[in-house]
């Protein structure tokens, strides 16, 4: 899969604009602050229904309309598949919210959209799943999963809302306990099939990642993905029950998937407290070619792959290596921002990498 078009309306500090892609690498290049990096995010949002910069929609509208009620924008892609050409258009207004349509027809639900157009991201921002706390290493394993497994996604949205309504309760003066039983009996079955989910997935994805870490780094260190679970599926109902008191008095849930953890680990030790800097980075960038590659097995077709200053963020051997196996035929299409032509072009002649430039 590929996209063939992307227009942009009153997105960020593009009042509209138009780009031509196509199969293979090409390169969005400018000064910094020209809008490179919302180019990319555009084309997340198509994939995604959603930003990979930011948690909010309301930080996408640009900034001049921040308190104007009637402010929306609109994004627009032609995308390529086995021959077959779709339309998405996705438009987010103050008013009406969120808009999704295929082919000019209402999508039922965001959902049933995810993985439909799969994307990977790598850029700067990876490094707050390493430096950051457990909700952004959470949500790199929610995202990978639901984009091949709406179950999954399905489990996690209803499991989201239950734990919502969950705490709200606990918060009440006179909590009725008979009701509690009543949520939990629906929330205790959703929890264990994520927990399983996550699980399984792992057992199979650490391969997958730690081969190309090896890859990557050359080093023979050891990579290690560890799921860290407050309760795990066989013991999960009897410590949820335990915990019953616990949250209570802290007025929250205070075990379960939305809690737990994803620790990354080198040669046995923390990423974050032992390893460098380029350690850290080739860690991540590791992380994101195996979900590539894990994606295209799943899905059928490889996802387009984002690459947002990779490089100003990693020294050139690694550089090198990412784009050789960005050109190895695993990956269709590649879309990278850089603030200066010369120099990616340079980089891409001497890969012998054919690049289409757009100019910001």
């Not at 490179?36 to 995604?48: C, F, G, I, P, Q």
């Not at 205790?188 to 792992?202: K, Q, S």
């Not at 915990?243 to 620790?263: E, K």
């Amino acid at each position: 899969m590929h996209l063939n078009t992307l227009h942009l309306v009153q997105f960020r500090n593009h009042p509209e604009r138009k780009f031509t892609f196509g199969p293979g690498v090409h390169a969005l290049v400018g000064p910094n602050g020209c809008g490179k990096t919302n180019v990319l995010d555009a084309v997340h949002y198509l994939s995604m229904t959603k930003s990979f910069l930011q948690s909010s929609d309301q930080t996408s509208f640009p900034w001049e309309l921040a308190d104007d009620p009637s402010a929306f924008f609109m994004l627009e892609g032609q995308l390529e598949h086995n021959g077959e050409r779709q339309q998405v258009y996705l438009s987010v207004s103050k008013a009406k919210g969120k808009v999704l349509k295929w082919n000019q027809k209402n999508a039922m639900k965001l959902a049933e959209h995810i993985g439909r157009f799969p994307t990977v991201v790598i850029a700067p921002q990876d490094g707050s799943m390493v430096t950051g706390g457990s909700d952004g290493r959470r949500r790199f394993l929610d995202a990978l999963i639901s984009q091949y497994d709406s179950l999954y996604l399905d489990s996690l949205v209803r499991y989201h809302r239950s734990i919502l309504q969950r705490n709200s309760f606990l918060k009440s003066e006179r909590p009725d306990i008979g009701f509690l039983h009543a949520m939990d009996e629906q929330i205790i079955p959703l929890a264990v099939r994520i927990l399983e989910t996550r699980l399984d997935f792992l057992d199979v994805f650490m391969p997958v990642f730690q081969s190309y870490y090896s890859q990557l780094a050359q080093l023979g260190e050891q990579p290690v993905l560890r799921y860290e679970a407050g309760a795990l599926p066989a013991q999960f109902q009897e410590c949820w029950q335990q915990a019953t008191s616990a949250d209570f008095r802290a007025q929250y849930t205070t075990i379960g998937p939305h809690r737990d953890d994803l620790a990354f680990e080198l040669k046995g030790h923390t990423l974050k407290k032992f390893a460098s800097q380029g350690q850290q980075k080739t860690y991540l960038v590791a992380l994101k070619l195996a979900e590539h590659a894990f994606l295209t097995k799943k899905l059928g077709t490889p996802p387009v792959l984002l690459l947002d200053d990779v490089f100003d963020k990693l020294d050139p051997e690694r550089v090198r290596r990412l784009l050789s196996w960005a050109n190895s035929g695993e990956v269709n299409q590649v879309i990278l921002t850089d603030t200066g032509e010369q120099k990616v072009a340079e980089v891409l002649r001497k890969l012998d990498i054919q690049a289409q430039f757009h100019e910001l």
